[in-house]
T-cell receptor
């Protein structure tokens, strides 16, 4: 398996522009997580899906952020409009929903810079 | 609410020595899992070790072991025989199993530097 695939790896955009981050989870995984990593706040859970359904979006910072999972193999995180304080590394992770050692597998991350 | 605490922002260890990275957690849920991840400077997140809340024995994976003290709600990572390649950020994480959903939250991390 190719692992969790995120695109793009790097994104530089101007303040006010819309940004869309993409994630393809590992086939067969039915939980998907979006995280944001910054020096100040560490790894923050933004939202997670189970069987394509958003379960908890309490970590989404504000209405400018939205996430969708239209099917089991694709998810997007959208920021509209983007602001400089959104600059961070955004990780997508997936896991199987079974008992035992179901660790989350992470993508390589998208480094977002908003100027 | 569930919480993960890592109180050591940075740690140094001499090569070939053992080091313990601290992690405490807080949850009222009886069923949970605890994980440690390594993040080298390249940025990827690498899974290291897992401990389930009902596991009777401490988890071990090669040079990594997890010192699980349930009553104290601690899940410290022990790295034996440190290597230069162990220099990285280390994150403790907790997965709750309430309602069949698996929410995974992370601590702030500990930066480990191995000194030659």
């Amino acid at each position: 398996d190719a692992g969790v695939i995120q695109s793009p790896r790097h994104e530089v955009t101007e303040m006010g522009q819309e940004v869309t981050l993409r994630c393809k989870p590992i086939s067969g995984h039915n939980s998907l997580f979006w995280y944001r990593q910054t020096m100040m706040r560490g790894l923050e859970l933004l939202i997670y899906f189970n069987n394509n359904v958003p379960i908890d979006d309490s970590g989404m910072p504000e209405d400018r952020f939205s996430a969708k999972m239209p099917n089991a193999s694709f998810s997007t995180l959208k920021i509209q409009p983007s602001e400089p304080r959104d600059s961070a590394v955004y990780f997508c992770a997936s896991s199987r929903r079974t008992g035992g050692n179901t660790e989350a597998f992470f993508g390589q991350g998208t480094r977002l810079t908003v100027v | 609410a569930q919480k993960i605490t890592q109180t050591q922002p940075g740690m140094f260890v001499q090569e070939k020595e053992a080091v313990t990275l601290d992690c405490t957690y807080d949850t009222s849920d009886p069923s949970y899992g605890l994980f440690w991840y390594k993040q080298p400077s390249s940025g990827e997140m690498i899974f290291l070790i897992y401990q389930g809340s009902y596991d009777q024995q401490n988890a071990t994976e090669g040079r990594y072991s997890l010192n699980f003290q349930k009553a104290r709600k601690s899940a410290n990572l022990v790295i034996s025989a440190s290597q230069l390649g162990d220099s990285a950020m280390y994150f403790c994480a907790m997965r709750l199993n309430s309602g069949g959903y698996q929410k995974v939250t992370f601590g702030i991390g500990t930066k480990l530097q191995v000194i030659p």
